[in-house]
């Protein structure tokens, strides 16, 4: 393992932890992508995959944002759906449209087609990405890495794309639950291998995306989704305890309990959950992070510095990490991030030092 530049700012690291911080840490969800000009002059050369398959590429993207921002995190430019294409699925990035998956999973038969794959050299390209990034942030910031949920993987496996409803997945969960249940847990072994390695190569703490819990029922989401997630923050935890594991269920207001019961030390708050609620159930078992509705990003930067301010009220100075409740939106205007970033940076110092 090569020896990496020391940090200089180990805010959100610190934040992760419930500890005490001088002020709020701040990253937002999809920093790096198309909201920026510059990553769109780099996209107009290249294929989304093509980008994110190049190392010196992804950390081209990773730090665009951190040039341009004081941000407290940096997350690796990749993309979730690189496990499906290595457990053996095409999948085609659409202008416009999205992801594609022109030969999806159509019934428990093609679990068959799924390979298991090596880690190391099939995703070698993300992890060269992570510890090149590591070297260039050269201490300025943690870096995070990710990957999907084991629901939200599936989903798209079986679904082939994005859905309104994912009806296709859901036949699977309620008319097929074994075969569900092996899809899950091949896909949960290939994330855990995965995440390790990422840690390994330089990711100083990690996130998991589960984007479509919101679809999911209480009793669906404890069946499917929570032993798997489970499984994934234990491993860590036994293998990295000192990495920190942030989860980030989308509209699964009803989870909060049962993740705050998980080894996940940081839950990730879309912008319709009120913190307060959440602070009182989480308790002091997880750190928050979120969770500004990212279209406040539309409003005028005093509006922005507003809404802020009143994000950082209801969560409080300590054991948050500031985010917005879901990605940055390719229509963004990059000088409305830097009010948000500002605006956190400004208000939540004076904060911490008044508590
Ligand atoms: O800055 C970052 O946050 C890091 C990079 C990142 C991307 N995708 C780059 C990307 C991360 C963390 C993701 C995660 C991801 N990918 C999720 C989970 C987060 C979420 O939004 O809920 C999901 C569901 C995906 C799957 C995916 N990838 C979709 C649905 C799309 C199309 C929609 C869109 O935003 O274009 C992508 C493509 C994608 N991933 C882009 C970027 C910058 C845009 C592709 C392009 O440049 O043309």
């Given at each position: 393992m090569s020896t990496f530049p020391p940090l200089k700012n180990n805010l959100l690291l610190r934040a992760a932890r419930g500890l005490?911080?001088?002020?709020?840490?701040?990253?937002?969800?999809?920093?790096?992508?198309?909201?920026?000009?510059?990553?769109?002059?780099?996209?107009?050369?290249?294929?989304f995959f093509d980008v994110v398959r190049t190392p010196e590429l992804a950390a081209e993207v990773t730090l665009q944002p951190l040039e341009r921002f004081p941000l407290d995190a940096a997350i690796i430019f990749s993309d979730i759906l690189v496990v499906p294409q290595v457990m053996g699925l095409t999948v085609e990035m659409i202008k416009g449209k999205g992801p594609h998956f022109p030969d999806p999973l159509r019934s428990p038969q093609d679990l068959?087609?799924?390979?298991?794959?090596?880690?190391?050299?099939?995703?070698?390209?993300?992890?060269?990405?992570?510890?090149?990034?590591?070297?260039?942030?050269?201490?300025?910031?943690?870096?995070?890495?990710?990957?999907?949920?084991?629901?939200?993987?599936?989903?798209?496996?079986?679904?082939?794309?994005?859905?309104?409803t994912f009806s296709k997945a859901k036949t699977w969960l309620f008319g097929l639950p074994e075969a569900a249940h092996a899809l899950l847990g091949q896909i949960t072994d290939v994330l855990c291998q995965f995440l390790s390695a990422q840690i390994e190569a330089g990711a100083q703490t990690v996130q998991v995306f589960d984007s479509w819990a919101g679809l999911l029922s209480p009793a669906v989401f404890q069946a499917f989704a929570l032993p798997y997630l489970n499984r994934i923050a234990f491993y860590l935890q036994e293998n990295h305890p000192e990495v920190p594991r942030i989860v980030f269920a989308k509209g699964a207001h009803y989870a909060l309990p049962a993740l705050a019961a998980t080894d996940f030390d940081v839950i990730g708050l879309?912008?319709?959950?009120?913190?307060?609620?959440?602070?009182?159930?989480?308790?002091?078992?997880?750190?928050?992070?979120?969770?500004?509705?990212?279209?406040?990003?539309?409003?005028?930067?005093?509006?922005?510095?507003?809404?802020?301010?009143?994000?950082?009220?209801?969560?409080?100075?300590?054991?948050?990490?500031?985010?917005?409740?879901?990605?940055?939106?390719?229509d963004h205007d990059p000088e409305h991030a830097r009010a948000f970033v500002e605006a956190v940076q400004g208000y939540s110092h004076a904060f911490a030092s008044v508590s």
């Open positions: 005490h911080t001088e002020r709020t840490p701040v990253w937002m969800m999809r920093q790096a992508g198309r909201y920026l000009p510059e990553y769109r002059a780099l996209r107009a050369e290249d294929a068959k087609r799924l390979r298991t794959p090596d880690i190391k050299s099939d995703l070698g390209y993300v992890l060269e990405a992570l510890t090149l990034t590591r070297h260039r942030l050269d201490g300025r910031a943690p870096l995070i890495g990710f990957v999907g949920a084991p629901w939200t993987l599936m989903a798209y496996m079986i679904e082939g794309g994005g859905s309104k879309d912008w319709t959950m009120d913190p307060r609620k959440a602070r009182r159930l989480v308790g002091a078992q997880a750190a928050l992070q979120g969770n500004l509705d990212p279209s406040t990003l539309y409003a005028a930067p005093e509006q922005i510095h507003d809404a802020v301010h009143e994000m950082l009220d209801a969560f409080g100075p300590v054991g948050h990490i500031a985010n917005l409740g879901h990605g940055m939106h390719p």
